[in-house]
Each structure stands twice: as structure tokens, then as C-alpha cells.
């Protein structure tokens, strides 16, 4: 059965850089693009950021454009979310999703950044 | 102040129908980018519940339709039941961004 499982979340200071982890399994992942979501405490889903495939193309939300970058490896079926410079409004649950009708979710890792 | 709007509650009593709208605009519902509507249940992950403005994923009962027209989509939740209870987001994608965006979302009380 599909599988995606998120990892690298925690307590980071802000300023900082962390990178998160989406460990896939149940499907061909190198065939399909990925995406990641977040959602504040409280609050909305907002999404982050889309790579192709093949990782040769990525897209990111406007506000999150030269802090954030998608990556994946194939050869390992995960999926990478580097993200710097972090600011509390960074803080949020962040989610990995498959393909563009995100069908299959993952359980999501929680980032906060706090001093 | 999302790119697609949602009104940010509505509520019915079992057995009754409702309806949440998505309204976006000429640069991404208007452009005939494909909707998607997705469920969170209290705690947990989305759950994608409508893709491609109609269509249903296997599993999903017929209670739950989408629809399109011009720049507006809607989600029909039929025989509302205790359990649909839940938040429902929209999205879609923005040309003038290029970026997938969300609606707000739609907070749904069963009454």
C-alpha cells in the first residue's frame, strides 16, 4: 500500500536551517511529481512547493521562493525539503503529498522554530 | 486572504444536504485549472475527496459531488452524517502565481 512517511521536524531557533525528510514506498516513485503542504497551528493548509518526476523542475509558493528548496533522490524513493533561514512563521505541521491531485498523504512532521 | 475564497463555516443537520463554494478567478478555476477538494478530519492528514472538479477516488461514498462554473467550484455533501463533520479545503492552480494554491478552508458542523 502507498506510504509516505515525513521525518526531520523538531524545535530549531530561528535563523536557522533544517531539512526535512519523505520516505515513500507502495508505488513507482520516481513516476509521479511531489509536493509539500503546510499548516500552521490553527490555521489553513498552505502549499510549499512541487517538483517534477524526474526532479529536473520545481515550483514554490511565492512567499517561500529562495529559503525553500525541493530536492528528491529516485535511487532512495525520498523526497527532501531544505528550508533556511526559519522564522516562527515558518512554525507548522509540513506534509508530503503525491502527484498534483495529492491522493496519498503523509502523516506529517511538526516544525517549530523557537528561541 | 486566500486566492480561492471559502466561506469559513457552514453547518446542517444529518440527513440534510450543503454545499461550500471555492471561488477563485480568470487565472486559475476561470483558466479551467483542475479542482481539488480534500477532507480533515480533527488530527489527522488531508484526505483527497474530489479530484478534477467530479471526479471520486475509490472509497469515497457518492454522498460527496463536485462541480464548475466559470471561476467558482462547489462541493455537495448529501445525507450529511455526524462523522462528515470535519474541515474541507479547495485547490487549484495559479497561472499568474505559478503556484498550486488552497482555499481557506470550510469548517463544517453537523448539527
Known amino acids: 500500500q502507498v506510504q509516505l512517511v515525513e521525518s526531520g521536524g523538531g524545535v530549531v531557533q530561528p535563523g536557522r536551517s533544517l531539512r526535512l525528510s519523505c520516505a515513500a514506498s507502495g508505488f513507482p516513485f520516481s513516476r509521479y511529481p511531489m509536493h509539500w503542504v503546510r499548516q500552521a497551528p490553527g490555521k489553513g493548509l498552505e502549499w510549499v512547493a512541487v517538483i517534477s518526476y524526474d526532479g529536473s523542475n520545481q515550483d514554490y509558493a511565492v512567499s517561500l521562493r529562495g529559503r525553500f528548496t525541493i530536492s528528491r533522490d529516485n535511487s532512495k524513493n525520498t523526497l527532501y525539503l531544505q528550508m533556511n533561514s526559519l522564522g516562527a512563521g515558518d512554525t507548522a505541521v509540513y506534509y508530503c503529498?503525491?502527484?498534483?491531485?495529492?491522493?496519498?498523504w503523509g502523516q506529517g512532521t511538526l516544525v517549530t522554530v523557537s528561541s | 486572504q486566500s486566492v480561492l475564497t471559502q466561506p469559513p463555516s457552514v453547518s446542517g443537520a444529518p440527513g440534510q444536504r450543503v454545499t461550500i463554494s471555492c471561488t477563485g478567478s480568470?487565472?486559475?478555476?476561470?483558466?479551467?485549472?483542475?479542482v481539488h477538494w480534500y477532507q480533515q478530519l480533527p488530527g489527522t492528514a488531508p484526505k483527497l475527496l474530489i479530484y478534477?472538479?467530479?471526479n471520486r477516488p475509490s472509497g469515497v461514498p457518492d454522498r460527496f459531488s463536485g462541480s464548475k462554473s466559470g471561476t467558482s467550484a462547489s462541493l455537495a455533501i448529501t445525507g450529511l452524517q455526524s462523522e462528515d463533520e470535519a474541515d474541507y479545503y479547495c485547490q487549484s492552480y495559479d497561472s499568474s502565481l505559478s503556484a498550486w494554491v488552497f482555499g481557506g478552508g470550510t469548517k463544517l458542523t453537523v448539527l
Open positions: 478534477g472538479y467530479t
Open positions: 503529498a503525491r502527484d498534483h491531485t495529492s491522493d496519498y
Open positions: 480568470s487565472s486559475n478555476i476561470g483558466a479551467r485549472y483542475d
